[in-house]
């Protein structure tokens, strides 16, 4: 699997933020009554569950069991299913992502999936992490890797391309690419920056000891303290959005 191994319960309590600033790319999928549309790496399916309020069948896909438990708990349709293993065909109008993609590392195989999922003129909308996203939380983990060689090997868990880059990768599979743009979106950490490396970084200090792991947490907080935190803001991560709308053809 190429997503984590979400858990629904510390999801809801720490990263409810992250369905919660989606309401742009909703704006732009512009879901419409009777439309099925699928949802890309739904977590505990709030989006899913705003789209069947707008009167869509919508079906929410997640490569975490305890997120698909979560979305079927609202009376949604949802599978164990990860974006890089799509085998619907021709079925939806839409296909819908929020804060999932860069989950994803073969980007290769979600767009062609997600092609083949679309009926003809049906459309691809998401929003997920761009080039220079979280650029600072990277570079304290790098560091705090590179200053304890016992750590090993530093590895970017995350897929967070350009505009450019992804515009190619639609368009090599048959989308025409209606609109592409990097977005920087300031996003506060509420509860925390050692939390947000806890749920979100998991992959990068999975193999490290409990002492190694609390050695990072600590010496990555001291070194992103004078960059992302400030009395008055708290802890902000400097996340860039990538958002797009691209169309079957
Ligand atoms: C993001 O939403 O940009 C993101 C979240 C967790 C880890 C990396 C990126």
Known sequence: MSQQNWDA???????SFVPSLASD????????EG???????CGDGELTYKLKQKGCL????????????????????AYIIDGENITYQNEFDAVFSNAALHWLTQPEKVIKGVYLALKSNGRFIAEFGGDGNIAALLEAMQRVFQENKEFGEFK??????TTEAYKLLLERVGF???YIELIPRPTPL???????????AEGIIK?????????????VKDKLTPVIYTKKDGWVADYVRLRFEATKT
């Open 9 to 15: 319960t510390e999801y809801k309590e720490h990263a």
């Open 25 to 32: 790319v909703i704006e732009l999928l512009n879901p419409q």
């Open 35 to 41: 439309e099925k549309i699928l949802d890309i790496g």
């Open 58 to 77: 919508a079906i929410g896909i997640d490569s975490s069991p305890s997120m698909v438990e979560s979305t079927k708990i609202r009376g949604i349709e």
């Open 156 to 161: 970017i868990p995350w897929y967070f391309p």
């Open 176 to 178: 025409k690419v209606k």
């Open 190 to 200: 509420k509860s925390g920056v050692e939390k947000w490396l806890e749920i979100f």
């Open 207 to 219: 193999e490290l000891t409990p002492e190694q792991k609390n050695v990072f947490l600590v010496a």
